[in-house]
């Protein structure tokens, strides 16, 4: 796994995920910028996926990591921000695809919905999975 800062950030039905998967970002010797919830508190999941859309549009981070209780609401938001690629994830291969085809910048995961070593995996494979390029390039240009 390459060194770099990972930004992350969730609402409170990701909360849980959150603080384990930064932990487990952490143990991998990474630099982690967490952007909250800091409890259970009820929040709205837009104002965390913009925050995350924000510092890595301000190169405070390559790559991010968002978490809600489906993945759904969250990825939703995160992908109106047009420097986002964000991929809801539930397994490895989905998520070395979301590197290899999409050059996807944030993981997200569904912190209700998924096992914490399952989401650790896809994490690591998120990591450490390059984009491709080529004609995946020319169909992401066509997004933007
Ligand atoms: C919050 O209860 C929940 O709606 C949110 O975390 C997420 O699942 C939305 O898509």
Redesign the pocket.
């Known amino acids: 796994m390459s060194k770099e800062n990972i930004v992350l950030a969730a609402?409170?039905?990701?909360y849980d995920l959150k603080v384990i998967l930064k932990d487990f970002l952490l143990n991998q010797g990474l630099d982690v910028l967490d952007l909250g919830c800091h409890d259970l508190k009820?929040v709205d999941?837009p104002d965390y996926a913009r925050a995350l859309a924000a510092a890595i549009k301000e190169n405070k981070a390559s790559r991010g990591v968002l978490v809600?209780?489906?993945?759904?609401?969250?990825s939703i938001a995160a992908n109106r921000h047009p420097h986002i690629r964000a991929a809801l994830i539930h397994d490895r291969l989905s998520a070395e695809l979301s590197r290899q085809h999409n050059d996807a910048n944030v993981i997200v995961f569904?912190g209700?919905l998924i096992g914490t070593d399952v989401a650790k995996d896809c994490l690591k494979a998120f990591l450490n999975t390059e984009f491709e390029g080529g004609r995946h390039q020319r169909r992401i240009d066509k997004m933007s």
């Open positions: 609402d409170h039905g990701g009820s999941y809600c209780g489906s993945g759904i609401g969250i569904g209700r």
